[in-house]
T-cell receptor
Framework: KAGVTQTPRYLIKTRGQQVTLSCSPISGHRSVSWYQQTPGQGLQFLFEYFSETQRNKGNFPGRFSGRQFSNSRSEMNVSTLELGDSALYLC??????????????FGPGTRLTVL | GQSLEQPSEVTAVEGAIVQINCTYQTSGFYGLSWYQQHDGGAPTFLSYNALDGLEETGRFSSFLSRSDSYGYLLLQELQMKDSASYFCAVVPMNRDDKIIFGKGTRLHILP
């Protein structure tokens, strides 16, 4: 079974631009979460989608948005990029049945650099 | 609110045993999970405690005490490849709630 995939793996943008990142979850997983990871800050939760609906949202400005498609694939968008948005963006998927719903499977991440 | 506290760094010697602690403040949760992340890699699931006590998976064990709001990850027979960051995470009681991660503990292993 294929793992979580994220595209692109690396991205360089300049301040003020916008960016769209893509995530394909493991087949059969309906929940997709996005995290921002920066040195010393751990995994900062951005949002979670389930069945095309945003279920939870972290404490990030409205420049950060996302969506999920009917095939569970998800995208996140960051508009008006700032230098502080440089980070590793991780996507994770999980099943929703019983104990298994606690385990998240992470993709390799997209390394975003804002210049 | 919900928060998780972990030491930022821990150093141990190859072949030894190390314990990484996680204390939490949260109102009701289903269980405590642990993830490992190597430099440049993605976090990978290590273990999960739904009940108090010890869960063992090979060289790794995880412990939970709800009465003490405390858990730990125990790594035995340390190998150089265990050098990584380790995150604890709280699984909420409500499946509609998000998983909360600690800031991670960087484990340094000396030869």
């Amino acid at each position: 079974k294929a793992g979580v995939t994220q595209t692109p793996r690396y991205l360089i943008k300049t301040r003020g631009q916008q960016v769209t990142l893509s995530c394909s979850p493991i087949s059969g997983h309906r929940s997709v979460s996005w995290y921002q990871q920066t040195p010393g800050q751990g995994l900062q939760f951005l949002f979670e989608y389930f069945s095309e609906t945003q279920r939870n949202k972290g404490n990030f400005p409205g420049r950060f948005s996302g969506r999920q498609f009917s095939n569970s694939r998800s995208e996140m968008n960051v508009s008006t990029l700032e230098l502080g948005d440089s980070a590793l963006y991780l996507c994770a998927s999980r099943r929703e049945a019983g104990r298994a719903y606690n385990e998240q499977f992470f993709g390799p991440g997209t390394r975003l650099t804002v210049l | 609110g919900q928060s998780l506290e972990q030491p930022s760094e821990v150093t141990a010697v190859e072949g030894a045993i190390v314990q990484i602690n996680c204390t939490y403040q949260t109102s009701g949760f289903y269980g405590l999970s642990w993830y490992q992340q190597h430099d440049g890699g993605a976090p990978t699931f290590l273990s999960y405690n739904a009940l108090d006590g010890l869960e063992e998976t090979g060289r790794f064990s995880s412990f939970l005490s709800r009465s003490d709001s405390y858990g730990y990850l125990l790594l035995q027979e340390l190998q150089m490849k265990d050098s990584a960051s380790y995150f604890c995470a709280v699984v909420p009681m409500n499946r509609d709630d998000k998983i909360i991660f600690g800031k991670g503990t960087r484990l340094h292993i000396l030869p």
